[in-house]
């Protein structure tokens, strides 16, 4: 009998998409979430905090092969320490970790946690898989709706957003297979200029905005306009374009005709 695979960050976006996956080869999944929640059916809920670093050891009970999703504005660095010193000890056999494309390049915090939390699983001495992944259509959604509220164009600014059912496909397929080290990064099918996007939106909308252009200062704004927030031309490409997710994401209101 295979044994439960652990999906921390279960409870979230991607999470929530990649479960039902697994699901569907019939594996049952123990899910750490830091509230309480009702069992659902092959679906365990177990309570515990990858920063505090409480639940790990129950939660890692009989598991061979986890998913890391759990990740939040603070701290992914120091949660990934934590996991990885759990499955250790637990012996575990395969560790699979979604991080960001750019994480070694990009000056801003968040993405030099990323590259921290790969570094513990590089170094775990346990089998891992590392999947770097570009902005979700989600996660640019509401960035392009406040440009598009203030009328802004960064110039440079470039996205290549990816949907999340593509990412929630790989994730699943990584999962189930055997530990392959950093694989190809996954990315969207193409590489929007952030305007763009913003106009794409606007359409959408049934509206013509002149945007301002705008630039980005200091070394964040040159890594973006140096494209360092973008993938390699090996990445594996998504097919759902930003026009397609608004459609069925954002449709038009009602009342824009
Ligand atoms: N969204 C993107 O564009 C994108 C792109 C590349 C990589 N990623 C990475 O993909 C992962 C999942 O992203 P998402 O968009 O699905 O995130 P999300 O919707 O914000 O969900 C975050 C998840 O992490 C869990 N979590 C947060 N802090 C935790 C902690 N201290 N202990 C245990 N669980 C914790 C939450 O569980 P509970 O609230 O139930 O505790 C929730 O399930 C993150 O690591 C993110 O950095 C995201």
Redesign the pocket.
Known sequence: MSTPILV????????RHTVPLLRAEGREVRI????PRTDEPGVQYLQ?????GTGLERALEGVDTVLH????AK??DV?ARNLVAAARSARVKHLVL???VGADRMPIG?FRM?AAAEKSFENSGVPFTVLR????H??ALPMVKVLSKMRLAPRGLRFESVGVQEVAERLAELTLGDPAGRVADLAGPQVREVAEMVRAYDRGRGRVHRLLPIRLPGAIGRAYRAGENLAADTATRGTTTWEEFLAHRDPQPASVA
């Open positions: 921390t960050g279960g409870t979230g976006n991607i999470g750490l979430s830091r509230h515990g905090d990858t920063v505090k999703l759990a990740g939040g701290g992914d949660a979604i991080s960001v968040y990323k992944v570009a902005q979700l989600d996660f």
